[in-house]
């Protein structure tokens, strides 16, 4: 069957990998040893990936995957590295039920946002979460809109009511609502979320061995 792009992550497994949030920011040195600065740019997401040991089977199949995406011209989700689940939920969501009743598969939907669209609030009635539900500082929720994507990671730390509702929950970067509205159209997801990425050209690196290879690459984030 043909590929459809944006395609999934490569097929193999992690041994390491490194995420940031690169920002465009500039400073203009002011009198009195200040400095002035401005975020001239929307902040990208790069992230780098390190494979475990591959066989010629599973290096192949890597070397197809990136062959595929044509040196960035095509595009995958990428999902952060060690960070497919929220902490307090390392091996997933089994077991978990909805505070309104249904199975949880690690999604709800974008009621609203803050004044500054870094604070969000979902899990509203019909799209609530477990009650109790844990989310911590450091852990990762993607939002999907009309073949859109974005990753954002959580400043601080909140437990969901008993209704399954987090409100006003810090992320960062901010959301763009002219691409994310609010108003429970976008699907967000605690489960693998993912950037839509661009491969650095000329990144990857596979040493073939006689028994064994290990692949590795880099990429950046999308502009929409």
Known sequence: MPVTFPRGMPPFNLRSGTIKLERMVVGNPLRGGQVER?????????????????????????EAWWESLAGGVRTFFAVPPGGAFPAAYPKGFAGLTRAGGGAFDGTS?????????????FGTTGFSLPAGFVLAAGDYIGLSYQGRVSLHRIIEAQTASGAGQITQIQVTPFVRPALFPAGNLVTVTVANPAFEAVVTPDSWDCETQIDFSTASFSAIQRGY
């Open 38 to 62: 401005v975020e001239v740019g929307e902040p990208r997401w790069t992230v780098s990936y390190t494979s475990v040991p591959l066989t010629r089977a599973q290096t192949r199949a890597a």
């Open 109 to 121: 939907r974008l009621n609203a946002f803050g004044a500054t669209n870094d604070l969000l609030t």
